[in-house]
């Protein structure tokens, strides 16, 4: 057989970055990025490089499976795919029929075919689908709403043409998207500034010009003195702000009294080196990046950071200019179509309310197109606002990546039937009565990427091999499931490839035109609008709402007085801060063949002076503990994190006896910390939560940062 070159998009986390896959004799040989691409060159990140072992490793789902013993025992048969989608098909319906569709529950990490998805539960009659999105960026996309009338994914920052990024705890160099990682790093190397901001000392602290190791949880009080600077030394852009803001005096007035000098208790920066960041900005506006930052579930007033980090950014007046945030365009700004969605046709309205309140009277702010999956356990519990009877999990892992695992584990104990579509053992799976086994990335094509951007553009991902195993790409799984379900009439093709064939008519592109490039550009030059006359602001009243008329008419204040943030009171207290490490992503990729050899499991950071005081060294065996579970693991003792704050690599813990390589691996954070949430943003606080931490008498084998990272 010849080599064969396929160009398509990496799923080893959900950035999908776009790989050319080596393809010999039917195994993939190699992947590298996709140097058609700007600014991404060959670079593929640690994780990337690993996809060859997820293809073949054998310890991934391979057949659909149906249960056998008790929930969670490990026990299923093997059963073909008529026989499981048959046996969820007359579940779903029995179900349907007793409870009503409402109570039948769809959660996922949003992907390409989440229109999928969501039109299967549309036409079930059912409102609960959600997304992963509130536990990531819930209150970032509420903020950016709340701002500009657009959602966070909607807009983007301009990394590369910055003069000066100051970045709050947005660590790109461990977790990573490729493009930004090279737009900073070529940023740098061009000269301009990095101020780093985190409790902990991460990689990207590293690199950075000036690193404020910042106590947890102060940001929003760094950024109010920022602001009363940059406003009382007429720092910002006037003209700017005079044109295209609404609430700016309402923020002078409110920020007066918030000093540097205030500022510096507590936070514990130097008021002084506050407001030379700020004079900086100012000299350097408007190519002056207040990065936004990517996971924002860290606090219950989350949104309010958020804003006050959009807040200065328009204050440097970097809207639409080189290094500052932008709009994102669509195919519509080059006067072309846009691909077409299953859920543009017209589909059943659903009768009852959603079972998260989101959009309702409890989250009111919290985007509906994605939901609040954090409150599943509670709906289920209470039965409130009714019975949940059944949940479909797909690429998704509502135990691992929820907060309150212990919870979450006793709600879904609850549940008539449980289904997960997963390519690998996760705790979630592990708890499943049926498992149906997705194509990995590499096996499969997938729905149409449209990636809006300074250029808008689209991708796909092709399928580079045949599947190894007996699995299907979840939009077959979902249809066949619907055909069963008697609503196959939504579903209008036989196989993805028609789907895709489907979605692009009327775009001016066919599925041949991405083989050459593996994407289509529908412009040649980037899109800007003009700062003067040009921006679309979407807000009711067509300016950047520092005064939000969004929060005000839900009964939330726009400038909520800033509240101090607690310390530990006792001795063995740390605030639980979680992240990422640049082999894992999440909690799936902890049973790879390769990455778990490179960090088998996490430990647990603590500082040196308050490890002293409970007797701990490096390496030293801890139980950590909260009121919501508990775990054993190796310190990790530095000066390298703040005294406040133990940090844990989060996705580790994993109790799935068949994903033998990370069964038993280090603590899940997800077991410690307490499930809250941003009442107007609408993402958990994973950072609200106290741990105590003890030193373990037994000996066990030891294993420090450096051994966990060899
Ligand atoms: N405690 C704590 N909780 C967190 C976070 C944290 O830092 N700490 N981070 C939050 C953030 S930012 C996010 S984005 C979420 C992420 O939450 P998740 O999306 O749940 O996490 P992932 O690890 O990305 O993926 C979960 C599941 O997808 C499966 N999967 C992977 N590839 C495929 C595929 O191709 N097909 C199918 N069908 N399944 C696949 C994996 O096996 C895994 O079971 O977690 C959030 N939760
Ligand atoms: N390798 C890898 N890369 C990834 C992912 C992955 O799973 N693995 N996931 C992708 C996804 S979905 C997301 S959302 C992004 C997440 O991207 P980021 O949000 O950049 O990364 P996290 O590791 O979640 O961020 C946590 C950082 O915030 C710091 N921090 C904790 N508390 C505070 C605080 O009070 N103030 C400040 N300033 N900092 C604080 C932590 O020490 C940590 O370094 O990463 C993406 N890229
Ligand atoms: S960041 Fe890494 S794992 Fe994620 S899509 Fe890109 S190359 Fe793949
Ligand atoms: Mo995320």
Known sequence: MEDTSVYSLCFMCSIRCPIRVLVKNGQVQWIEGNDNVDGLGKALCPRGAAGIALLNDTQRVQTPLIREGERGSGKWRKASWDEALHYVAEKINAIRNSDGPQSIVFGERTNLGTHVSKTFMKALGSPNHFTHDALCKGSANTAFRSMFGYTDAQMGADIKGAKHIILYGRNILEAIEVKPVRALLSAIEGGAKLTYIDPRVSVTATKAHDYWMIRPGTDLALNYALIHVIIGENLYDRDFVNRWVTGFEELQ???????PEWAEG??????????????EAGKNRPNVLFHHGYRAAHHKNEIYLRRSILILNSLMGNLEAPGGLFFKKGPGEAGKNGIRKLTDQALPKPEAARFDGCGLAAYPLADPAHGIPQRLPYAILNADPYPVRALIANRFDPIASMPEANTTRKALEKLDLIVSIDINFSEIAGMSDVILPESVYLERTDCVQ??????????LRQKAVPPRYDT????????????????????????????????????GFMRSDFAEKGFVSYSKN????????????????GKIEFRSSLLEDAGFPSFPEYEPVPEPTDKDAFRLITGRVATHTHVSTQNNLYLSEIFPENVLWIHKERAAALDIADGDRVRVHSAWGEGELNAYVSDLIHRDAAFLVHGFGHRVVRAGRSYNRGVSDADLIENVTDPAGGSPGLHETFVKVEKRRRKTKGMSLLDAHR
């Not at 007035?253 to 000093?259: D, E, I, P, Q, S």
């Not at 077959?476 to 028609?498: C, Q």
């Open 253 to 259: 007035k409110f920020t007066a009294g918030y000093t």
């Open 266 to 279: 507590e936070t514990g920066i130097a008021a002084g080196r506050i407001k030379a960041l700020a004079r």
């Open 450 to 459: 449209a990636a809006n951007g300074m250029k808008p553009q689209l991708y």
């Open 472 to 507: 299907l790409e979840a939009p077959m799984i979902l249809k066949k499931l619907a055909d069963r379900l008697g609503i196959g009439e939504y579903f209008p093709y036989d196989s993805v490839e028609e789907l895709v064939d489907w979605q692009l008519e009327g775009t």
């Open 526 to 541: 980037p899109i800007r609008w003009d700062r003067e006359n040009g921006l679309k602001i979407k807000t009711p009243s």
